[in-house]
């Protein structure tokens, strides 16, 4: 058996050797673990600006989480800058916001950021951008290098030693009433063993990794915060259940409780490692879940016990005295091996469906090609199998020689397995049975409205549909429409057809913000109309953020807000000035009549136009007159965030969304710090406003009666609506 045992480590010296050399065809642990990639960032890589800015906003291409510092500034003299504050601002954690004290200094930054996707891998990257002016090489400040490394091998590590488990599991239980074959056993305990130290090398490796990932000032708190969270608890509990069951194989030799406690540890660390991969965001994680840890189960099983199996019997022989007895362990193995066969492949399949969106992913995306790697391999497994069932049929005896050659490709299935570990799946977890995600902004072009939608906003061939609608809110559907891109090479047009009730076409879109312009030209008319949109890609979600500024602007107690409105004819002036918790008071300018006024107090309102007397009225409907009342999110649909502008030297967000209550689209201009909007596009048919909010809480803002007001209500008047953004519509 010492053979045996030297043969065990030449199996294993080669699988580390050859799994070295999957690591190194790669090319890079960054490009094969980096599930989730930065998509964008502000301010954007590269770029120079003439002043600091107050945060960082990154986005990412799936979910991620923030441990310890997370984002870090090396600034030019070499000092590390550390985030005060990293927000998350969308519910699915794409989007971060990394506020940092003023970066002073003029040159180059280098940014490092380092998280961890769903899956518990990192994600670690640097990007760089200069402040007036660049100040040579970048600094490479990336301390995770070694980290991808070591997490590369850790998820290596961990299939070797489940294989290596269960494989000797299979076969401890198939050997176990063998009187000739207890050599066998203890050369199986001995490799459950092995299998169990590997796991325990594995988990220990990626926890080591945990503190590298919270920054250069490590405390217990950040520790502790690391070690609590859904990414590492899996790994912790893996190195547990390595442990108890490295002692119980080592300490509990041919005992009635060895078998239970090494198939209830092994079923464990099946679990746990299906919990750290791509089962846990798929769609109905908990069947992806199950699903996941039988696939290994089968698969590691059925790979292990194959190469042990031919280490055990190799030197089998008629003469032999265990030759009885290994033809019966043959037989139960080859029994086993058919019955998981069914297992395996369909868990493989729920596999395919759930992680390959495409045909064509099998070949362009580094998951399908390991996956079309494991085909191809089963493929070549099935000549040596087809031999064994000949054989086994016409002779009932099962050929040595077709279980040797089964063994290296079950090894290179193996190693496409682990492969598929390392790498992002071909379809982003969450998009199975979720509807796309989208972007839909409005603009006019001269009298029509046109709304434009582009499907799914990301990198990528994406969906454009174009709806344009006259003034008197009816469709129009005779136009000619044309989309103008800005590209460093020029503007490219791209010409929609028209579709059902909309004009559509495709564009194929990088990451990054493109200039759009949609030219409308309809029959008779000598010109076209132009409506140009500013469209980042991808575009993260911003439902968080105007949550945030609903409760900031009802924090005011008085503002004064500027409206210019038209519909392509005459211009409409208002200056509405808001006093909490419920007075108004606005003035109506128009082209062609006096300028009206309206005062509301509560439950009465007064009105004037031009300087006739004031006219008293009680205000219309069932609820007294109440501001500040702004509930946008509540109603608010295809939320997004377009980017940051900055508005009279304040540096704003903008956010778009779509109201359906109004049959309206909103951008807003809203402060990074404060989140109060400082200024609005509200584009609904025949109906084109543009607003502006200024003296936030100013103690200045008034609202009182009139010194003359008539103490009769004011005759029944036709009533027009001034479609605001503060809350209760004003009718007048």
């Known amino acids: 058996m010492h053979g045996r045992t030297s043969n065990l480590v030449r199996w294993l010296g080669t699988l580390a050797l050859l799994f070295f050399w999957i690591i190194v065809c790669l090319g890079s642990p960054v490009k094969v673990s980096a599930h989730a990639e930065l998509l964008t ?24 989480d923030i441990l310890g510092h997370g984002v870090v500034i090396l600034s030019p003299d070499g000092r590390t800058v550390e985030a005060t504050r990293i927000v998350p601002l969308d519910t699915d954690r794409r989007s971060l916001r990394a506020e940092f004290p003023r970066l002073d200094q003029r040159g ?65 239980i198939a050997t176990r009433d063998l009187v000739a074959m207890r050599e066998a056993e203890r050369f199986c305990r001995r490799t459950g063993l092995v299998g169990t ?59 009635r409780l060895e078998l239970p406690a090494w198939i209830v540890g092994a079923a464990a660390l099946v679990i746990v490692r299906a919990l750290q991969g791509h089962a846990v965001t798929a769609p ?39 030759f009885g007895s290994s033809e019966i362990l043959l037989r139960r193995w080859f029994i086993v091996s058919l019955v998981s066969a069914e297992p395996l492949v369909l868990t493989g399949a729920y596999g395919l469906w759930v992680n390959v969106d495409s045909p064509v992913s099998l070949w362009t995306t580094w998951y399908g090609r390991f996956l079309l790697g494991k085909f191809v391999l089963l493929a070549l497994l099935a000549v040596p199998a087809l031999s064994a069932l000949r054989t086994w049929f016409l002779t009932r005896q099962l050929p040595w020689g077709a279980l040797r050659a089964s063994v290296a490709p079950l090894l290179l299935i ?54 344009v609608t006259a003034p008197n809110g009816q469709p129009v559907e005779d136009a000619q429409v044309t989309v103008a891109i800005e590209t460093p090479m020029g503007p490219t047009l791209v010409h929609l057809s028209r579709a059902s009730s909309a004009y559509r076409g495709t564009l194929n879109l990088d990451p990054q913000v493109w200039d759009l312009v ?31 500024v609903d409760r900031a602007m009802n924090e005011l107690t008085a ?99 779509y109201d359906p209550s109004s049959d309206a689209h ?51 008047r036709n009533a027009s609506t001034i479609r605001g953004i503060a809350g209760p519509r004003i009718t007048t």
């Not at 950040?222 to 080592?250: D, E, K, M």
């Not at 194959?306 to 030197?315: A, H, N, Q």
């Not at 969450?430 to 989208?438: H, T, V, Y």
């Not at 609005?680 to 009139?706: K, L, Q």
């Open 41 to 64: 960032t502000d301010p954007p890589a590269g770029a120079v600006l003439d002043r600091p800015p107050g945060h960082l906003f990154l986005t990412f291409s799936e979910p991620v």
């Open 414 to 467: 193996l190693l496409a397995a682990s492969g598929l570990t390392l790498v992002g799946p071909a379809r982003p977890h969450g998009a199975l049975g979720d509807p796309p995600p989208s972007l839909s902004l409005a603009q006019n072009a001269g009298p029509y409205l046109v709304t434009l939608s582009i499907v799914p906003a990301q990198a990528g061939v994406n969906q454009v549909d174009v709806t």
């Open 108 to 172: 180059t930054y280098v940014v490092r950021y380092s998280v961890i996707g769903l899956d518990g891998h990192l994600v670690t990257g640097r990007f760089s951008f200069a402040i007036g002016a660049p100040s040579g090489a970048e600094h490479d400040i990336s301390i995770a290098d070694w980290i991808m490394w070591a997490q590369a091998s850790a998820r290596l590590l961990e299939l070797l030693g489940l294989t290596f488990l269960l494989g000797s599991l299979v076969l401890r």
């Open 518 to 548: 949609v030219y409308v030209q309809r029959p008779g008319e000598s010109t076209s109309h132009a409506a140009r949109f500013s469209v980042p890609v991808p575009v993260p979600d911003g439902r968080v953020l105007l949550q945030a």
């Open 197 to 255: 130290l590997v796991a325990v090398l594995s988990a220990s490796t990626m926890l080591a990794t945990v503190p590298a990932t919270l920054g250069a000032e490590l405390d217990w708190k950040s520790l502790a915060t690391a070690a609590s969270s859904r990414t590492t608890l899996p790994w912790l509990a893996s190195l547990v259940l390595s442990v108890l069951l490295s002692i119980s194989l080592g300490t509990q030799r041919s005992s």
């Open 666 to 716: 909103y951008r807003l201009w809203v402060g990074m710090f404060d989140l109060r909007i400082r200024r609005y596009d509200m584009m609904a048919p025949g109906h084109y406003m543009t607003g502006t909010f200024e003296r936030f809480d100013d103690p200045s803002i008034t609202v009182d009666p009139p010194a003359e007001a008539g103490a009769a209500a004011s005759p029944q």
């Open 284 to 322: 109905l994680p908990a069947l992806s879940v199950a699903l996941a840890a039988i696939h290994t189960a089968t698969a590691a099983a059925l790979i292990g016990s194959t190469v042990l199996l031919g280490m055990i019997v190799r030197r089998a022989t008629a003469d032999d005295p265990t």
């Open 559 to 657: 503002v004064e807000e500027r409206t210019l409105l038209t519909s392509g004819g005459p211009r409409v002036e208002t200056v509405v000035r808001y006093r909490a918790p419920d007075r108004a008071a606005y003035r109506v300018e128009a082209e062609g009549r006096p300028p009206s006024e309206t005062i509301i107090i509560d439950t009465v309102r007064y009105d004037r136009s031009g300087m006739e007397p004031w006219t008293k009225s009680p205000w219309p409907g069932s609820e007294p007159f109440r501001w500040p009342s702004y509930r946008f999110a509540e109603t608010a649909e295809n939320v997004r965030i377009l980017g940051t502008e900055t508005v009279d030297d304040v540096p704003c967000y903008l956010l778009s969304f």
